[in-house]
Every structure is written in structure tokens, then in C-alpha cells.
């Protein structure tokens, strides 16, 4: 089975550039995550959907990021204009939400490295 | 405000001998408790979880010890192998936001030969 696939794996642009991160969950799941990585902050996340609703987006750092959900199988998280603050690497995460059940195992992708000179 | 914290940033430990990673949190809605591996250039994956009604969940040569009171919790990896050398990620769950995962700044294990 395929996991979670992100793409790119690896995005250098300058400030002020638009960026858009991709990921495709894994077939099934209905949940999906979206995780940023830094030195400074960790591991933190950023938005997450239910069923390709937007749950949760208390993480989002500003309103420069934006996140959709068009279909089951696929998600973007923008960043508009970019700033060289948010170079990080980028997780998406899926998991399959059965109901009653508060909590379902999550599933990462590799990651995408951006880096915003 | 960090809700999980892992306080040790690195750990070393010999080939064979137990390795305890050790985590603790101050939000006590927290019921779900999970501690994920990551390898460099790798999304971090799943290794055992643990939920607040146990005090201990064992899969192999790894075992996750819950306190409540305490509000801590720890893994043990034995015997040690070369190959759990990564960075291990705490993570936690609870309450409103059950689906929500909060987790450490991340402990990285080297195991030596």
C-alpha cells in the first residue's frame, strides 16, 4: 500500500514567492493533518480536516497560510507571500477516524523542506 | 505554553543495554498517550501508544510505562539495537480535541556499538 505522499520533497524560493505544499493521503482515511518542524518550535500542527472539512486551523501561524481540502484524495497547504520564517519542513498525516473511537493512529509523509531565502 | 515535554535532547546508550526515553505533560485531559520514531529526511512513524485507563503497553522489545499522577511517561527500548538510532517523538491526545496531537520537542537515541 502506498502511505501518505507529499510533494514536493524539497522547495527553494525566495520571500515573497507563493508556495504550495501537496499531499495525498492515504487510501481510505478521512482524516488529514497538516505539521510543521522547527528547531525552535518542534513539531506543531497546523490545520487539520474531517471528512475534507477544515476542523481545526487554531495553528495556522497567519493569515499568509491557507489550507483546502477538495477532495478525499487531495490537500494543498499555501503560503502567500512567503517569508524566509517559515522555512521548515512540512508534514501532511492521514488516519481513518472510525466513529466512537477518540483516536486513530496517524500516518506521516516524508516531509517537504521548504526553504525561503 | 508547551503542553508535552521530552527535557532531554539527546541520549547515547551502549548496543544491548535499556534505553529510557522519558516524557511529561501538564494537561490532564490528556487520556492518549503515543511515541512516534523518526529517521532523518523520513515523516515520523507510529511505534506503540499507551491509553490513560492502563499504566503500562508492551509490543516486543519496547514498553510504554504511564504515571498519571505523576503525569509522566516513558519508553524503554531492550535490548538496544544500532537501528533504533533516531529521534523519539512523545505525543498526546485528550478531551475536545481528541483527534489533536501535541507532542514533544523530540529526544534523539544513539545506540553504540
Known amino acids: 500500500d502506498a502511505g501518505v505522499i507529499q510533494s514536493p520533497r524539497h522547495e527553494v524560493t525566495e520571500m515573497g514567492q507563493e508556495v504550495t505544499l501537496r499531499c495525498k493521503p492515504i487510501s481510505g482515511h478521512n482524516s488529514l493533518f497538516w505539521y510543521r518542524q522547527t528547531m525552535m518550535r518542534g513539531l506543531e500542527l497546523l490545520i487539520y480536516?474531517?471528512?475534507?472539512?477544515?476542523?481545526?486551523d487554531s495553528g495556522m501561524p497567519e493569515d499568509r497560510f491557507s489550507a483546502k481540502m477538495p477532495n478525499a484524495s487531495f490537500s494543498t497547504l499555501k503560503i502567500q507571500p512567503s517569508e524566509p520564517r517559515d522555512s521548515a519542513v512540512y508534514f501532511c498525516a492521514s488516519s481513518r477516524v472510525l466513529q466512537g473511537i477518540g483516536y486513530n493512529e496517524q500516518f506521516f509523509g516524508p516531509g517537504t523542506r521548504l526553504t525561503v531565502l | 505554553d508547551q503542553q508535552v515535554k521530552q527535557n532531554s535532547p539527546s541520549l547515547s546508550v551502549q548496543e544491548g543495554r535499556i534505553s529510557i526515553l522519558n516524557c511529561d505533560y501538564t494537561?490532564?485531559?490528556?487520556?492518549?498517550f503515543l511515541w512516534y520514531k523518526k529517521y532523518p529526511a523520513e515523516g515520523p512513524t507510529f511505534l506503540i501508544s499507551i491509553s490513560s485507563i492502563k499504566d503500562k503497553n508492551e509490543d516486543g522489545r519496547f514498553t510504554v510505562f504511564l504515571n498519571k499522577s505523576a503525569k509522566h511517561l516513558s519508553l524503554h527500548i531492550v535490548p538496544s539495537q544500532p537501528g533504533d538510532s533516531a529521534v523519539y517523538f512523545c505525543?498526546?491526545?485528550?478531551?475536545?480535541?481528541?483527534?489533536?496531537?501535541?507532542f514533544g520537542q523530540g529526544t534523539r537515541l544513539t545506540i553504540n556499538p
Open positions: 494537561n490532564s485531559m490528556f487520556d492518549y
Open positions: 480536516f474531517n471528512n475534507n472539512v477544515p476542523i481545526d
Open positions: 505525543a498526546a491526545s485528550g478531551g475536545q480535541g481528541a483527534q489533536k496531537l501535541v
